[in-house]
């Protein structure tokens, strides 16, 4: 049986019915594949991806609304009122959860289809929307966030996956963003929500049951969306599989979708080589011991870690209580603008991802979440300096310092949602498909990973080294973040899936991947002016 590394070494020539494509130096190319009308996206393309970002409505619903609902349970869940312990393990049940769930995913999905996976989240979200509305404990109420968060993590892994193998190459990263689009907006709807029923008694129970409602949408619309082209392949009907890239590339003549499924079928070919000469765990154990799979496991990984440690969610999990302890009379309402904020300059990364790029604008909007983040530091310093550098609730504090607090955050918050709440998404274009089950399995858990550490520790950081020293180390975090960011994150827009694999052969491909991306837009240039003379 040949080892792996025996196997990735092979041409990706991977049958005879692919001979006839060119290739350069193990390079496919583009001048062969590159559709007619390919830039332009069907309805067809916008309505699976629209469907498809009900799961991160979802996610951000479910994420969301446990801030509101933390300042307004009061005692229904038994204790007149909720310890910051109890706090933590209600918000970190959900992380836990998400976990668990993110770490079997992406495997689970390679075996059974992306589609059937939304499903079964969708079920989750259901019984845990419901199990939270009656719930009458505080261990109850944990129970129901774990479960909402198996859901959020099958949902966070697969969503942006099913995206991915099904967008056209060009606009692969702004449909990837489209889910993320829809994770701010389930925040704000949850915020949104969360003051509505701020007064309301048990209003709390209405924000964590409407969950239910989306993801039953989600569920009727599954019935009708196509399984990824490449699970199609993988499964062996390859007639499917040609009908939906029939519908993706609508403009494209007969000749030009043929040639894209035939190199789709030389690269799940390989894919179905690897996997069907080596087993689960050898497969796993390439993420470490295969350099190229490695090198873009640390990318991946690594983005997935930092966009946690940065400290964003616990913003999310915590505002309303941040808020209300700094003197806000509507704490909630003002964590609306903290999610609003998110939401709008998501919609920048929409209109701009693809064009910049993932590494550009990661560098360029990184430094804005350190700034963001040492002003808030300076901030609580002088803001708690009466209180002795803690935050003391019922306390009267400076309404001025309190608004430079609410300005940084919308700063750090406008910066996280240019770059880092969305570039680390992008994370299943990294990984061959052999392993881009295990691949985005492994980053999507570091992600839950570092939402674990944060939100469970944040209320206790703010204690034991003041809200000054906690926003002080985030952006120190922030600024480590950055400097991964330029060491080792290369630029993915514009190159295909196939392609991406190619640019961790030697080293990080920084540079490897601007060389790609030119001879890629020369090609596409050549076979415009051949078009056109």
């Not at 929307?129 to 892994?157: D, N």
């Not at 973040?481 to 827009?493: I, R």
Request: aromatic share 10%; net charge neutral.
């Amino acid at each position: 049986m040949p080892s792996f590394d025996e196997k990735q070494s092979q041409p990706q020539r991977a049958s005879s019915e692919v001979d006839e494509i060119p290739y350069q130096s193990g390079e496919i190319d583009e001048l062969a594949v590159v559709a007619e009308g390919e830039e332009r996206t069907t309805w067809f393309v916008w309505i699976l991806v629209v469907c498809s970002t009900i799961s991160g409505l979802l996610f951000g619903y479910d994420t969301g609304v446990v801030s509101g609902a933390l300042v307004t349970i009061g005692s229904d869940l038994g204790p007149a009122e909720l310890s910051s312990g109890q706090k933590e393990f209600i918000t970190s049940s959900t992380t836990l959860g998400a976990l668990f769930g993110g770490l079997v995913a992406g495997i689970l999905s390679d075996w059974t289809g992306r589609r059937l996976v939304l499903g079964v989240a969708d079920v989750i979200f259901i019984g845990g929307a419901i199990g939270q509305a009656v719930c009458h404990t505080v261990w109850s109420m944990i129970g129901g966030r774990f479960l909402i968060g198996i859901g959020v993590g099958l949902a966070a892994c697969i969503a942006p996956l099913y995206i991915q193998e099904l967008s056209p190459t060009r606009l692969r990263g702004r449909m990837v963003v489209l889910n993320v689009v829809m994770i701010t907006l389930g925040q704000v709807i949850a915020y949104g929500i969360g003051a509505g029923f701020f007064k309301v008694h048990g209003g709390w129970r209405w924000m964590v049951g409407l969950g239910a409602v989306p993801a039953g949408l989600q569920i009727f619309f599954l019935f009708f969306l196509p399984e990824s082209p490449r699970i199609l392949i993988r499964k062996g009907n390859v007639e499917a599989a040609r009908q939906v890239m029939g519908k993706i590339y609508a403009h494209a003549r007969q000749e030009d979708i043929d040639l894209k499924l035939k190199v789709l079928q030389a690269a799940v070919q390989q894919s179905i080589d690897i996997t069907n000469n080596t087993t689960f765990f050898q497969r796993m154990n390439s993420m470490i011991y295969d350099g190229v799979n490695r090198r873009a496991l640390i990318v991946g990984c690594g983005m997935q870690a930092f966009q946690q440690l940065c400290g964003f969610n616990t913003l999310m999990y915590y505002s309303a209580t941040l808020f209300k302890e700094i003197g806000f009379d509507q704490p909630t309402a003002v964590g609306l603008i903290i999610s609003g904020t998110n939401f709008i300059f998501t919609l920048v990364a929409l209109a701009t991802i693809d064009k910049i790029g993932r590494r550009r604008i990661m560098i360029w909007s990184a430094p804005g979440m350190v700034v963001g983040l040492v002003v808030a530091s300076i901030a609580f310093h002088f803001l708690t300096m009466k209180t002795g550098n803690i935050l003391v609730d019922g306390t009267h504090y400076s309404p001025a310092w309190s608004g430079i607090v609410l300005a940084s955050m919308i700063v750090f918050v406008a910066s996280y949602a240019t770059g880092l709440g969305n570039v680390p998404w992008q994370q299943g274009e990294l990984f061959g498909l052999e392993v881009r089950g295990i691949g985005t399995s492994l980053a999507t858990a570091t992600n839950w990973a570092g939402n674990l550490l944060i939100g469970s520790t944040y209320l206790s950081l703010m204690d034991r080294i003041t809200p000054a020293g906690a926003f002080g180390f985030y952006a120190g975090l922030c600024f480590l973040g950055w400097l991964f960011v330029l060491a080792c994150f290369p630029e993915t827009a514009g190159l295909s899936l196939e392609e991406v694999k190619m640019i961790f052969r030697n080293g990080f491909g920084i540079k490897e991947s601007y060389r790609l991306r030119k001879m890629k837009n020369e090609m596409r240039s050549q076979k415009q002016g051949v078009g056109k003379s």
